[in-house]
């Protein structure tokens, strides 16, 4: 089955670039939307963006100036550029499919990854 | 954009009891209402997506239904192992937007 899994720093100084790569295995990052989502300790669910395996993407407004999400179909994984970070985007770095029928929902999690912003 | 309200925030329930949550958008999106459930330390799971489809290997326990602006998950039968947090999330428009949780306890 399909599994999805984070890899990156765990600290990122602030006013640097915040990169996470997931790599996707078990299946073809093909045909598909691929998405990040980030949880600040303690708190909710922030969608971040997600991607079509074509390249076109998909922005929350709020992050928009700072995020860049790439795909690399030949080596099956899709990556996350946040640049200008500060402590509040501290948080647990999820990625996953999008599953679109009716609705788009996020049916395969990787297990995520912290990254914290600190000096 | 539209905000997602869940109540209640959390609840205290026994085992085999009937446990409802209510998610409330700012303003319609039809069907478009999936419910996740997370874990201490896990990445949310995927039980019904569309307000009211069962995602594959979800017990059947779990239902939703709702439609336009409320919407409600329900738990039968609360079992051992139901006791997480949970969230509902809307696609109907961009920012896809998630609500703030509610975390369900043991009494």
């Known amino acids: 089955q399909v599994q999805l899994q984070e890899s990156g720093p765990g600290l990122v100084k602030p006013s640097e670039t915040l990169s996470l790569i997931c790599g996707v295995s078990g299946g073809s990052i093909s045909g598909y939307y691929w998405s990040w989502i980030r949880q600040p300790p303690g708190k909710g669910l922030e969608w971040i963006g997600f991607i079509h395996s074509s390249g076109s993407t998909t922005y929350n407004p709020s992050l928009k100036s700072r995020v860049t999400i790439s795909v690399d179909t030949a080596k099956n994984q899709f990556s996350l550029s946040l640049t200008s970070v500060t402590a509040a985007d501290t948080a647990l770095y999820y990625c996953?499919?999008?599953?679109?029928?009716?609705?788009?929902?996020?049916?395969?999690w990787g297990q995520g990854t912290m990254v914290t912003v600190s000096s | 954009d539209i905000q997602m309200t869940q109540s209640p925030s959390s609840l205290s329930a026994s085992v085999g009891d009937r446990v409802t949550i209510t998610c409330r958008a700012s303003q319609s999106i039809s069907s478009h209402l999936n419910w996740y459930q997370q874990k201490p330390g896990k990445a949310p799971k995927l039980l019904i997506y569309a307000a009211s489809s069962l995602q594959s290997g979800v017990p059947s326990r779990f239902s939703g239904t709702g439609s336009e602006t409320d919407f409600t998950l329900t738990l039968s039968s609360l079992q051992p192992e139901d006791f997480a947090t949970y969230y509902c999330q809307q696609s109907y428009s961009v920012p896809l937007s998630f609500g703030g949780g509610t975390k369900v306890e043991i009494k």
């Open positions: 996953a499919r999008v599953f679109r029928t009716v609705t788009e929902a996020f049916d395969i």
